[in-house]
């Protein structure tokens, strides 16, 4: 079947916009991550849905970043004023209820900030 | 609170040697762990993982890893490296039922012909 899937596969814009980001997770997964991986890093945790409700967003680092999951499976990750330093690779990844220690990533958005 | 931490952030082997990637990981409860590979530009795929059982864990592509929870290290290793092998590799930890992950900084493997 298919895999989780993210939309655009690179975005550039300029200091100050506002970008969304989309993730199509796998068909049934309730469970979606978004994660940040900055170059020559790992990823880092930013929010967690299980279903259509944020039951972790401990990661975000500040209120410019939000995210939404309104019907349980497409999400949005959106930032607004974006900074040079948000800059990065966002991944999303998502797992099922019967192997919620799993996670399926994404091939991830490129976001380059000038 | 979970952390990892990946030994050496390249590694160069030659084609046939054996692939040695060291993770130690800090856990404040019983540790999920996790080997993550990712090609150029693409996604991070799964390995290994361990949950709970047998120490010694197979993966994909003739991986294994083995918990050891006197020395906090789940070491990654290969007994014969391919070509195929030259990517980033990612160890990773969460709780046992918060699965959020927290990777290390990644080790980047060449395979020298």
């Known amino acids: 079947g298919a895999g989780v899937s993210q939309t655009p596969s690179n975005k550039v814009t300029e200091k100050g916009k506002y970008v969304e980001l989309r993730c199509d997770p796998i068909?049934?997964?309730?469970?979606l991550y978004w994660y940040r991986q900055s170059l020559g890093q790992g990823p880092e945790f930013l929010i967690y849905?299980?279903?259509?409700?944020?039951?972790?967003d401990s990661g975000l680092p500040n209120d410019r970043f939000f995210a939404v999951r309104p019907e349980g499976s497409v999400s949005t990750l959106k930032i607004q004023r974006t900074e040079r330093g948000d800059s990065a690779v966002y991944l999303c990844?998502?797992?099922?209820?019967?192997?919620?220690?799993?996670?399926?990533f994404g091939p991830g958005t490129r976001l380059t900030v000038l | 609170a979970q952390s990892v931490t990946q030994l050496g952030s390249h590694v160069s082997v030659s084609e046939g040697a054996l692939v040695l990637l060291r993770c130690n990981y800090s856990?404040?409860?019983?540790?999920?762990l996790f080997w993550y590979v990712q090609y150029p530009n693409q996604g991070l795929q799964l390995l290994l993982k361990?949950?709970?059982?047998?120490?010694l864990v197979k993966g994909i592509n003739g991986f294994e890893a083995e918990f050891k929870k006197s020395e906090t290290s789940f070491h990654l290793t290969k007994p014969s490296a391919h070509m195929s092998d030259a990517a980033e590799y990612f160890c990773?930890?969460?709780?046992?039922?918060?699965?959020?992950?927290?990777f290390g900084a990644g080790t980047t493997v060449t395979v020298r012909a």
């Open positions: 068909s049934g997964h309730t469970a």
């Open positions: 990844a998502s797992s099922s209820l019967s192997s919620p220690d799993t996670q399926y």
């Open positions: 856990s404040s409860v019983p540790p999920y």
């Open positions: 849905f299980q279903g259509t409700g944020a039951a972790d």
């Open positions: 361990y949950t709970t059982g047998a120490t």
């Open positions: 990773a930890v969460s709780g046992s039922n918060d699965y959020k992950l927290s």
